[in-house]
């Protein structure tokens, strides 16, 4: 409710409501966002950088026992160090300083194992990762990152079917990946798709951001959604070490699009492991993010050949608080929407997160198991039928252009 409540104020104090990236972020109505950078005052662009910061610092300052920030202001699971390429000379070398191995993840197919190794209780979490990589410069390390999601919900719920989850794809069935929260998936509008969860030692944490990202990626269709959830609602969800064992089940059950509809900074683990990914067939779709159109690329979907997704509204004009750059290739409906909610109604959202499953579910269509040339044939003709919004070809505001949906 604090979170909420510093929203509203900050929110106001602009004379509009950005788009941000929290953990369960509470419904948020908006109304009164201008949607285009000509419209926008430089006051509301500067805020909503601004807001992210805020929101981060919350976070860390409600969760000092386990969570910190990294030099860049990022928050960072504390006393955790996240190794790939450790020899075993390394790691005996590692123990003798007195650092643990905690847990592990691996990636079989891609030769990926993932240390999570905890710092000696004496030594801070910047110096550790400085120690491992001095001691080992051939191994990789850093820091466990926490990524977020990046959305708002309004409050304006219905029992009404809204048109705009109902439109599917033709086909008679589709296999998609969803890597977010957790997903209800008792609400009606998934009567016809067969819910695969994985994470939280396989307890259900249903959540309002993964419920309507999953709606809008197979609502009413006949399909196997394969929905990891990688917060089960804990302060430290959404790490480095649980993204990278969410793609690891993706990997085994051969899910060939997986949806990525969250951001955070660069990481050495994380972009290792998506790359080994998309080299061995696989299509990663990501949300740009909504940090405003001068802020500094997110991640994942500022790795080389993930399809970076931005959002536009009914109207075609894109989100002011959507991010801009090389990393965008598609941009779909994000705005004027409502998708599924938590009382098995509908709500309005708005961002980046709720244009990439648009994209996904395109891609889905054509792509039913991991195949590097199909993937890049599937991506090349989704962009021959985008529908160009800015400069010929490619953009930095626009991508390729608009794809999916109906907008005026």
Same mark, same amino acid.
């Given at each position: 409710m604090r979170i909420l409540q510093l929203l509203v104020a900050l929110a106001a104090a602009t004379a509009a409501q950005a788009q941000i990236r929290l953990p369960s972020l509470p419904a948020l109505p908006l109304p009164s966002v201008p949607q285009t950078l000509d419209q926008a005052e430089p006051k509301t662009l500067n805020a909503l950088s601004d807001l992210r910061q805020r929101e981060i610092k919350l976070l860390i300052q409600n969760n000092r026992r386990l969570i910190e920030a990294d030099p860049n202001g990022e928050p960072i699971v504390r006393s955790e160090i996240l190794a790939m390429g450790m020899s075993e000379e !390394? &790691?005996?070398? !590692? =123990?003798?300083?007195?650092? %643990? &191995? $905690?847990?592990?993840?691996?990636?079989?197919? !891609?030769? &990926?194992?993932?240390? %999570?190794?905890?710092? @000696? @209780? $004496?030594?801070?979490?910047?110096?550790?990762?400085? =120690?491992?990589? +001095?001691? $080992? @410069?051939?191994?990789?390390? $850093?820091f466990n990152h926490i990524y977020t999601e990046s959305a708002a919900l309004s409050g304006d719920d219905s029992r009404a079917e809204p048109t705009a989850v109902a439109a599917q794809p033709s086909v008679s069935h589709i296999r998609v990946g969803l890597l977010d929260t957790g997903v209800d998936a008792t609400h009606p509008v998934f009567r016809n798709a067969e819910v695969h969860a994985f994470g939280c030692a396989h307890a259900q944490v249903p959540n309002a951001h993964g419920t309507a990202v999953a709606s809008l990626l197979v609502a009413h269709a006949s399909a196997d959604l394969y929905a990891a959830d990688v917060y089960c609602g804990m302060a430290t969800g959404g790490s480095v070490d649980a993204i990278v064992g969410a793609l690891a089940w993706m990997v085994e059950e051969r899910v060939a699009v997986i949806n990525v509809s969250l951001v955070g900074p660069n990481? !050495?683990?994380? +972009?290792?492991? %998506?790359?080994?990914?998309?080299?061995?067939?696989?299509a990663i779709v990501a949300a740009v993010g909504n940090d405003g159109p001068a802020a500094p690329p997110l991640y994942p979907a500022a790795y080389a050949d993930v399809i970076g997704v931005t959002a536009v509204d009914a109207h075609r004009r894109v989100l002011i608080e959507a991010e801009r750059g090389p990393q965008v290739m598609f941009a779909a409906l994000g705005a004027d929407l409502k998708a599924a909610s938590m009382d098995h109604g509908y709500a309005a959202v708005r961002g980046t997160s709720f244009a990439a499953p648009t994209v996904a579910r395109l891609l889905a269509v054509t792509l039913s198991a991991p195949d590097r040339q199909a993937a890049v044939a599937a991506i090349d003709a989704l962009a021959k039928q985008a529908i160009h919004l800015g400069a010929a070809g490619k953009d930095l505001t626009y991508g390729f252009g608009l794809v999916g949906g109906e907008t005026r």
């Open positions: !390394a &790691i005996a070398q !590692a =123990q003798a300083r007195g650092f %643990v &191995i $905690d847990r592990e993840q691996a990636i079989a197919s !891609a030769n &990926i194992r993932l240390l %999570v190794l905890k710092a @000696p @209780p $004496d030594v801070a979490t910047k110096k550790a990762l400085r =120690q491992l990589r +001095e001691a $080992d @410069p051939t191994g990789l390390y $850093d990481n !050495a683990m994380l +972009e290792h492991s %998506v790359r080994s990914l998309i080299e061995r067939g696989y």
